[in-house]
């Protein structure tokens, strides 16, 4: 069996270009891990090309935005995947899925047994668009895209778009519970057992890290060493989200959703004070509650915090979620009593 991987269209315009969006930004390194899984020889890569006549054409009426004309910029492939496709097979299409490429790869079918799968930008566009005319030429080979090595215009056109594929028996690939997730600036990981020591130097022994909440398993060095374990064993539990932030390499923070039950789910992070007034949380956050409401299908994601903890209620809601209650007095924190904050991110209610 010789598997066989399509990169489409990771163009310069698709992904911070033109029609760029941070979902694809956000996918590259996934694509190029999947790059650096196939040898050359079984890459197919598809690139979006138009000529200068772009906007007299039925594309370019319906969707008015010049991109990847041939020779510019924004044509070309990322510089970073570039690097990693020498030796595979370049297909130029003028439209969004390549005829050519699926009748050759229905003539390779017919000499040799094949398994496809597909990565890139947009899910609801091109890749359907290639995963749809490939089904079609050869129903009898199997297809599958991996939904963490796409992006789609929108997050919603992109789920769409997996759900489309999947009623034509493409199979998705996509997985659950604390899955790598990046940001522009942020990758967060499962954690490692190394995590333990660098955590409980941040957080364990700095008071002013616990001084809202209270909670500390990071007290002692030996705690911290059975959290992170117990965090890591959890990773078996779908419904268990636990990851390490990092910011160019460096450990950055924490942030995970406990205690799910009833279609709710509980979020709470931390970022190590050398990071703070950077934006790392509220970016963690939203990617976060992203993936709990739309990948997981949770309905609800719940936090709190302490009236007077302005960073964290700054947070909180400049990653999208709502104030829904305050109870007076509600949060004892040692001898000190706040008032308690109650936040929800329904994705139906507010997105």
């Not at 370019?60 to 570039?82: A, F, M, N, Q, S």
């Not at 490939?134 to 789609?152: F, I, Q, R, Y």
């Not at 963690?284 to 009236?307: D, F, M, P, R, Y």
Request: charged share 30%; hydrophobic share 35%; glycine share 8%.
């Amino acid at each position: 069996m010789r598997k066989i991987l399509l990169v489409i269209d990771m163009q310069n315009d698709f992904i911070d270009g033109a029609l760029g969006t941070p979902e694809a930004e956000a996918v590259v390194e996934n694509v190029k891990d999947k790059i650096r899984s196939y040898p050359a020889e079984d890459i197919f890569v598809t690139m979006d090309t138009h000529g200068d006549d772009y906007m007299d054409t039925q594309e370019g009426k319906y969707l008015p935005v010049p991109h990847c004309i041939r020779g510019t910029k924004g044509w070309e492939i990322r510089p970073d995947i570039k690097e990693l496709l020498t030796g595979a097979h370049v297909y130029e299409k003028p439209t969004f899925g390549s005829t050519l490429l699926a009748e050759d790869l229905k003539a390779l079918s017919e000499t040799e047994e094949i398994e496809l799968e597909l990565a890139g930008v947009c899910t609801d566009i091109c890749v359907v668009s290639n995963a749809l005319l490939l089904k079609a030429a050869m129903p009898e080979v199997k297809l599958s895209v991996d939904a963490s090595c796409c992006a789609g215009v929108t997050p919603q056109k992109h789920k769409a778009a997996l759900e489309t594929m999947k009623s034509c028996q493409i199979q998705v690939r996509e997985e659950h519970g604390t899955v790598v997730l990046r940001t522009k600036r942020l990758t967060l990981r499962k954690y490692r057992p190394e995590d333990a020591d660098i955590i409980y130097r941040y957080f364990g022994t700095d008071p002013d890290m616990v001084r809202y909440s209270g909670w500390n398993p990071y007290a002692t060095l030996e705690m911290a060493r059975e959290t992170v374990n117990r965090y890591i064993e959890s990773y078996g539990d779908e419904h268990f989200y636990g990851w390490a932030i990092e910011a160019d390499g460096a450990f950055a923070g924490t942030i995970g959703a406990y205690d799910f039950e009833n279609d709710r789910i509980e979020i709470g992070y931390s970022i190590v004070k050398d990071f703070w007034g950077l934006g790392y949380a509220a970016e963690a956050l939203e990617k976060v509650l992203g993936h709990l409401t739309e990948n997981e299908g949770i309905s609800c994601v719940t936090a709190w915090c302490a009236a007077e903890n302005t960073g964290s209620r700054k947070v909180l809601e400049k990653a999208g979620m709502k104030l829904v209650s305050i109870e007076k007095d509600g949060l004892a924190v040692g001898d000190r009593i706040y008032d308690k904050l109650n936040y929800e991110y329904t994705r139906t209610l507010y997105h």
